[in-house]
Protein backbone atom coordinates (compact mmCIF):
# COMPACT_ATOMS: atom_id res chain seq x y z
CA UNK A 1 0.00 0.00 0.00
CA UNK A 2 1.48 3.09 -0.52
CA UNK A 3 2.88 5.39 1.95
CA UNK A 4 3.74 8.85 2.98
CA UNK A 5 7.83 8.44 4.01
CA UNK A 6 9.48 10.75 6.21
CA UNK A 7 13.06 11.30 7.42
CA UNK A 8 14.89 11.35 9.92
CA UNK A 9 12.60 9.98 12.18
CA UNK A 10 14.31 11.81 15.00
CA UNK A 11 16.57 14.49 15.25
CA UNK A 12 18.30 16.45 17.67
CA UNK A 13 19.98 19.84 17.07
CA UNK A 14 21.32 23.02 18.67
CA UNK A 15 19.14 26.14 19.15
CA UNK A 16 20.25 28.02 16.34
CA UNK A 17 20.97 25.45 13.70
CA UNK A 18 19.11 25.16 10.29
CA UNK A 19 16.96 21.71 9.78
CA UNK A 20 15.42 20.33 6.73
CA UNK A 21 12.63 17.81 7.55
CA UNK A 22 12.34 15.66 4.42
CA UNK A 23 8.71 13.87 3.17
CA UNK A 24 8.35 11.49 -0.21
CA UNK A 25 4.48 12.05 -0.43
CA UNK A 26 2.48 9.05 -2.04
CA UNK A 27 3.23 9.44 -5.73
CA UNK A 28 0.12 10.38 -7.50
CA UNK A 29 -0.86 13.29 -5.03
CA UNK A 30 -0.90 16.52 -5.63
CA UNK A 31 -1.58 18.28 -1.82
CA UNK A 32 1.24 18.32 0.73
CA UNK A 33 0.91 19.68 4.34
CA UNK A 34 3.29 19.64 7.31
CA UNK A 35 1.16 19.64 10.46
CA UNK A 36 3.53 19.65 14.06
CA UNK A 37 2.19 18.05 17.47
CA UNK A 38 4.09 19.41 20.23
CA UNK A 39 4.43 16.87 23.14
CA UNK A 40 1.04 16.26 24.89
CA UNK A 41 -0.41 18.99 22.62
CA UNK A 42 -2.43 18.93 19.88
CA UNK A 43 -1.80 18.35 16.16
CA UNK A 44 -1.74 21.81 14.54
CA UNK A 45 -1.34 23.08 10.95
CA UNK A 46 1.73 24.55 9.54
CA UNK A 47 1.52 24.84 5.88
CA UNK A 48 -0.70 23.13 2.58
CA UNK A 49 1.45 23.19 -1.09
CA UNK A 50 -0.26 22.86 -4.32
CA UNK A 51 0.91 23.28 -7.73
CA UNK A 52 4.48 24.44 -6.39
CA UNK A 53 3.26 27.28 -4.40
CA UNK A 54 2.00 27.82 -0.50
CA UNK A 55 -2.05 27.69 -0.54
CA UNK A 56 -2.47 28.16 3.08
CA UNK A 57 -0.38 28.58 6.50
CA UNK A 58 -0.80 29.38 9.49
CA UNK A 59 0.30 31.97 12.42
CA UNK A 60 3.46 29.80 13.23
CA UNK A 61 4.52 29.26 9.82
CA UNK A 62 6.67 32.51 9.66
CA UNK A 63 9.40 33.44 7.91
CA UNK A 64 11.72 30.74 9.94
CA UNK A 65 9.86 27.97 8.02
CA UNK A 66 9.99 27.56 4.27
CA UNK A 67 8.61 24.65 2.38
CA UNK A 68 10.35 23.18 -1.32
CA UNK A 69 9.09 20.78 -3.24
CA UNK A 70 12.64 20.44 -5.23
CA UNK A 71 12.05 17.55 -7.53
CA UNK A 72 9.12 15.62 -8.56
CA UNK A 73 9.07 13.61 -5.42
CA UNK A 74 10.53 15.06 -2.18
CA UNK A 75 9.05 17.61 0.06
CA UNK A 76 10.80 19.16 2.46
CA UNK A 77 10.18 21.78 5.39
CA UNK A 78 12.76 23.94 6.46
CA UNK A 79 13.51 25.42 9.63
CA UNK A 80 15.82 28.15 9.18
CA UNK A 81 17.09 28.72 12.75
CA UNK A 82 15.61 26.57 15.72
CA UNK A 83 14.36 27.59 18.71
CA UNK A 84 13.64 25.48 21.99
CA UNK A 85 9.91 25.59 20.94
CA UNK A 86 10.20 23.96 17.93
CA UNK A 87 10.94 20.62 19.20
CA UNK A 88 7.86 18.90 18.69
CA UNK A 89 6.99 15.97 15.96
CA UNK A 90 6.44 16.76 12.40
CA UNK A 91 3.99 15.22 10.37
CA UNK A 92 3.55 15.49 6.38
CA UNK A 93 0.75 14.42 4.68
CA UNK A 94 -0.47 14.40 1.20
CA UNK A 95 -3.91 14.30 -0.48
CA UNK A 96 -4.90 13.40 -4.24
CA UNK A 97 -7.65 16.00 -4.18
CA UNK A 98 -8.72 18.94 -2.45
CA UNK A 99 -10.09 18.44 0.91
CA UNK A 100 -13.59 19.09 0.08
CA UNK A 101 -13.46 16.43 -2.37
CA UNK A 102 -12.33 13.41 -1.00
CA UNK A 103 -11.41 14.52 2.69
CA UNK A 104 -8.48 12.53 2.99
CA UNK A 105 -5.06 13.25 4.13
CA UNK A 106 -2.44 10.54 4.46
CA UNK A 107 0.37 10.75 7.22
CA UNK A 108 3.35 10.14 7.87
CA UNK A 109 4.96 8.61 10.47
CA UNK A 110 6.78 11.89 11.73
CA UNK A 111 10.02 13.29 12.37
CA UNK A 112 10.73 13.87 15.84
CA UNK A 113 12.56 17.51 16.36
CA UNK A 114 14.43 17.67 19.94
CA UNK A 115 16.00 21.51 19.77
CA UNK A 116 19.13 21.89 22.84
CA UNK B 1 -13.52 29.70 12.06
CA UNK B 2 -13.63 26.09 12.52
CA UNK B 3 -12.99 24.22 16.21
CA UNK B 4 -13.41 20.80 17.62
CA UNK B 5 -13.67 20.10 21.21
CA UNK B 6 -12.70 16.73 22.69
CA UNK B 7 -13.90 16.98 26.62
CA UNK B 8 -12.53 13.84 27.46
CA UNK B 9 -8.56 13.69 27.90
CA UNK B 10 -8.64 10.44 28.88
CA UNK B 11 -11.59 7.13 28.79
CA UNK B 12 -10.71 4.34 30.42
CA UNK B 13 -12.81 0.95 29.45
CA UNK B 14 -12.38 -2.30 29.99
CA UNK B 15 -11.70 -4.71 27.53
CA UNK B 16 -15.02 -5.94 25.51
CA UNK B 17 -17.03 -3.20 27.44
CA UNK B 18 -18.45 -0.36 24.50
CA UNK B 19 -17.19 3.23 24.06
CA UNK B 20 -17.67 6.60 23.37
CA UNK B 21 -15.38 9.31 22.74
CA UNK B 22 -17.13 12.37 22.35
CA UNK B 23 -16.28 15.46 20.01
CA UNK B 24 -18.19 18.89 19.29
CA UNK B 25 -17.46 20.95 16.44
CA UNK B 26 -18.00 24.55 15.58
CA UNK B 27 -18.00 25.95 11.89
CA UNK B 28 -18.97 28.83 9.82
CA UNK B 29 -19.91 26.39 6.72
CA UNK B 30 -20.16 22.96 5.62
CA UNK B 31 -18.21 20.52 7.44
CA UNK B 32 -15.83 17.56 6.91
CA UNK B 33 -15.53 15.31 9.75
CA UNK B 34 -12.80 13.18 10.67
CA UNK B 35 -11.50 10.61 13.15
CA UNK B 36 -8.06 10.06 13.33
CA UNK B 37 -5.63 7.53 15.73
CA UNK B 38 -2.29 7.55 16.72
CA UNK B 39 -0.93 4.74 18.10
CA UNK B 40 1.93 5.38 20.33
CA UNK B 41 5.06 6.03 18.95
CA UNK B 42 3.10 6.06 15.12
CA UNK B 43 1.90 8.29 12.81
CA UNK B 44 -2.03 9.07 12.10
CA UNK B 45 -4.64 6.87 10.86
CA UNK B 46 -8.04 7.78 9.32
CA UNK B 47 -10.45 5.79 10.91
CA UNK B 48 -13.33 7.16 9.05
CA UNK B 49 -14.97 10.55 7.71
CA UNK B 50 -18.25 12.31 6.97
CA UNK B 51 -18.38 14.09 3.81
CA UNK B 52 -21.96 14.07 3.18
CA UNK B 53 -24.67 11.56 2.71
CA UNK B 54 -25.44 8.66 5.70
CA UNK B 55 -24.95 10.56 8.76
CA UNK B 56 -23.94 7.10 10.58
CA UNK B 57 -20.48 6.63 9.27
CA UNK B 58 -18.62 3.27 9.94
CA UNK B 59 -14.74 2.76 9.84
CA UNK B 60 -12.07 0.63 10.45
CA UNK B 61 -11.49 -1.96 13.27
CA UNK B 62 -15.23 -1.75 14.09
CA UNK B 63 -15.58 1.68 14.51
CA UNK B 64 -18.29 4.03 13.61
CA UNK B 65 -19.36 7.94 14.27
CA UNK B 66 -22.43 9.56 13.62
CA UNK B 67 -22.62 12.94 12.66
CA UNK B 68 -25.10 15.46 14.32
CA UNK B 69 -26.04 18.28 12.55
CA UNK B 70 -28.28 19.87 15.58
CA UNK B 71 -26.14 18.99 18.29
CA UNK B 72 -22.82 20.05 16.34
CA UNK B 73 -21.48 16.63 16.97
CA UNK B 74 -19.55 13.77 16.00
CA UNK B 75 -19.21 10.63 18.78
CA UNK B 76 -17.09 7.81 17.66
CA UNK B 77 -18.58 4.44 19.25
CA UNK B 78 -16.94 1.07 19.30
CA UNK B 79 -19.72 -1.52 20.69
CA UNK B 80 -16.96 -3.82 21.96
CA UNK B 81 -12.92 -2.93 22.71
CA UNK B 82 -9.88 -4.89 22.49
CA UNK B 83 -6.52 -4.39 24.02
CA UNK B 84 -5.15 -3.05 20.75
CA UNK B 85 -7.77 -0.21 20.72
CA UNK B 86 -5.55 1.00 23.25
CA UNK B 87 -4.31 4.48 21.65
CA UNK B 88 -4.78 8.26 21.51
CA UNK B 89 -8.15 9.28 19.22
CA UNK B 90 -8.34 12.42 17.65
CA UNK B 91 -11.46 14.35 15.73
CA UNK B 92 -10.64 16.97 13.11
CA UNK B 93 -12.75 19.06 10.85
CA UNK B 94 -12.21 20.68 7.94
CA UNK B 95 -14.40 23.67 6.00
CA UNK B 96 -15.41 23.12 2.35
CA UNK B 97 -12.65 24.26 -0.40
CA UNK B 98 -9.94 24.65 2.12
CA UNK B 99 -7.38 23.03 2.71
CA UNK B 100 -6.45 22.95 6.11
CA UNK B 101 -8.01 20.35 8.81
CA UNK B 102 -8.32 21.51 12.32
CA UNK B 103 -7.43 18.90 15.13
CA UNK B 104 -9.37 18.31 18.76
CA UNK B 105 -6.99 17.85 21.29
CA UNK B 106 -7.28 14.07 21.67
CA UNK B 107 -8.60 11.62 23.54
CA UNK B 108 -6.54 8.94 24.86
CA UNK B 109 -8.54 5.45 25.32
CA UNK B 110 -6.59 3.62 27.58
CA UNK B 111 -8.58 -0.51 27.16
CA UNK B 112 -8.07 -2.17 30.52
CA UNK B 113 -7.86 -6.35 30.50
Known amino acids: EPEVTQTPSHQVTQMGQEVILRCVPI?????FYWYRQILGQKVEFLVS????????KSEIFDDQFSVERPDGSNFTLKIRSTKLEDSAMYFC??????????????FGEGSRLTVL | AQSVTQLDSQVPVFEEAPVELRCNYS??????LFWYVQYPNQGLQLLLK??????LVKGINGFEAEFNKSQTSFHLRKPSVHISDTAEYFC???????????FGTGTKLQVIP
Open chain 1, 49 to 56: FYNNEISE
Open chain 2, 27 to 32: SSVSVY
Open chain 2, 92 to 102: AVSDGGYQKVT
Open chain 1, 93 to 106: ASSYRDLSNTGELF
Open chain 1, 27 to 31: SNHLY
Open chain 2, 50 to 55: YLSGST
